[in-house]
T-cell receptor
């Protein structure tokens, strides 16, 4: 999705925090999602945030949304080797129930 | 219920052949989606059903592609006269409609198609 952009790669040491960034161009994005994909597997929904929120925390995951800059981030605290995967940012408009627009994904590699 | 199920997991076919994939959504999910994911890219939306009605189709869904959900439960995606460019992972997802906004889609493990 050219309207959703992510950095392609992130390397992080085990135990450190990871921050994955995403930018989007369409201000009508009402719902924003983070999905995780492990090799050979489908997508696992990690968390989501509505556009009227600035932050959402769920255990080790913190999502920050800057609506002015159209910037979304996912912070993973105490990163573990099992967090190694590709992380996708996605957006959906309010009245478009069927269509998620994904970024190209950020590959996160966790090193010991 | 073990989630969204897709069959087969892998399919190798010769160029020009027809292929059909099946998706079984989570029970009682009335919405079903098909996406295509090529290597190094995020999933791209193909089409969407609410119950048995196909409500939205992407321009990516050429005339060679057809999707059905005849009874509002499982769905099939057929590709006719396959081309090498059709090689991709085909993902199915389902969700429920509801009054709350918490209607996120759950994905299956996908069917990987290789056209040789």
């Amino acid at each position: 999705g050219e309207d959703v952009e992510q950095s392609l790669f992130l390397s992080v040491r085990e135990g450190d925090s990871s921050v994955i960034n995403c930018t989007y161009t369409d201000s009508s994005s009402t719902y924003l999602y983070w999905y995780k994909q492990e090799p050979g597997a489908g997508l696992q929904l990690l968390t989501y945030i509505f556009s009227n929120m600035d932050m959402k925390q769920d255990q080790r995951l913190t999502v920050l949304l800057n609506k002015k800059d159209k910037h979304l981030s996912l912070r993973i605290a105490d990163t573990q080797t099992g967090d190694s995967a590709i992380y996708f940012c996605a957006r959906r408009e309010t009245d478009s129930w069927g269509k998620l627009q994904f970024g190209a994904g950020t590959q996160v590699v966790v090193t010991p | 219920d073990t989630g969204v199920s897709q069959d087969p997991r892998h399919k190798i076919t010769k160029r020009g052949q027809n292929v059909t994939f099946r998706c079984d959504p989570i029970s009682e999910h009335n919405r079903l989606y098909w996406y295509r994911q090529t290597l190094g890219q995020g999933p791209e939306f193909l089409t969407y059903f609410q119950n048995e009605a196909q409500l939205e189709k992407s321009r990516l869904l050429s005339d060679r592609f057809s999707a059905e959900r005849p009874k509002g439960s499982f769905s099939t995606l057929e590709i006719q006269r396959t081309e090498q460019g059709d090689s991709a992972m085909y993902l199915c997802a389902s969700s429920s409609s509801g009054r709350i906004m918490n209607t996120e889609a759950f994905f299956g493990q996908g069917t990987r198609l290789t056209v040789v």
